[in-house]
T-cell receptor, first 111, second 113 residues
Framework: QKEVEQNSGPLSVPEGAIASLNCTYSDRGSQSFFWYRQYSGKSPELIMSIYSNGDKEDGRFTAQLNKASQYVSLLIRDSQPSDSATYLCAVELNSARQLTFGSGTQLTVLP | DAGVTQSPTHLIKTRGQHVTLRCSPISGHKSVSWYQQVLGQGPQFIFQYYEKEERGRGNFPDRFSARQFPNYSSELNVNALLLGDSALYLC????????????FGSGTRLTVV
């Protein structure tokens, strides 16, 4: 079992729709959770971080965390073609300051 | 304020050679981490350094080594390059404590031929 698993993708949504990206993790000691966006040929860019159960909203992005289910998700409202990218879920154990990444979900927003 | 800077941006090396990659963290960040990202995969943790000491090491062979300097910049060294070392090498800087994310540099694209 992979430590961090994401939807295999690719995921396509029409412009203006909600894109839902999911991630599960195996280590219950995980404390910090991040979503990164990575455009083709570029480096990952941090878009959301979440540390406690519940929802966290930032503009069109909402991160959701459920530690009991070991599940974290990212919702993108009013999706735009510029949101087309690979989204990486990353998990950190506080005892070891290193990120474990999923393989990423490629999102395409169709105009 | 400058972000995380990495050099060089691209590099082509021959099998068996040695390579040194460089990273300067965001001003005020004392922790530097290195990641390897092969095509189609998420980044994999290689090393973390804080205050010139290695604080974490991923599952990479001893051909990989790193160090951090007093100004918090860092070098990643890879010896005896293999074709499989071809990847995007990413440096990330962060505060060492507290709930802060990691900021990545633009990376070094290494191709081993």
């Amino acid at each position: 079992q992979k430590e961090v698993e994401q939807n295999s993708g690719p995921l396509s949504v029409p412009e203006g729709a909600i894109a839902s990206l999911n991630c599960t993790y195996s280590d219950r000691g995980s404390q910090s959770f991040f979503w990164y966006r990575q455009y083709s040929g570029k480096s990952p860019e941090l878009i959301m971080s979440i540390y406690s159960n519940g929802d966290k909203e930032d503009g069109r992005f909402t991160a959701q965390l459920n530690k009991a289910s070991q599940y974290v998700s990212l919702l993108i409202r009013d999706s735009q073609p510029s949101d087309s990218a690979t989204y990486l879920c990353a998990v950190e154990l506080n005892s070891a300051r290193q990120l474990t990444f999923g393989s990423g979900t490629q999102l395409t927003v169709l105009p | 304020d400058a972000g995380v800077t990495q050099s060089p941006t691209h590099l082509i090396k021959t099998r068996g050679q040695h390579v040194t990659l460089r990273c300067s963290p965001i001003s005020g960040h004392k922790s530097v981490s290195w990641y390897q990202q092969v095509l189609g995969q998420g980044p994999q943790f290689i090393f973390q350094y804080y205050e010139k000491e290695e604080r974490g090491r991923g599952n990479f062979p001893d051909r990989f080594s790193a160090r951090q300097f007093p100004n918090y910049s860092s070098e990643l060294n890879v010896n005896a390059l293999l074709l499989g070392d071809s990847a995007l090498y990413l440096c990330a800087s962060s505060h060492i404590t507290g709930n802060y994310g990691y900021t990545f540099g633009s990376g070094t694209r290494l191709t081993v031929v």
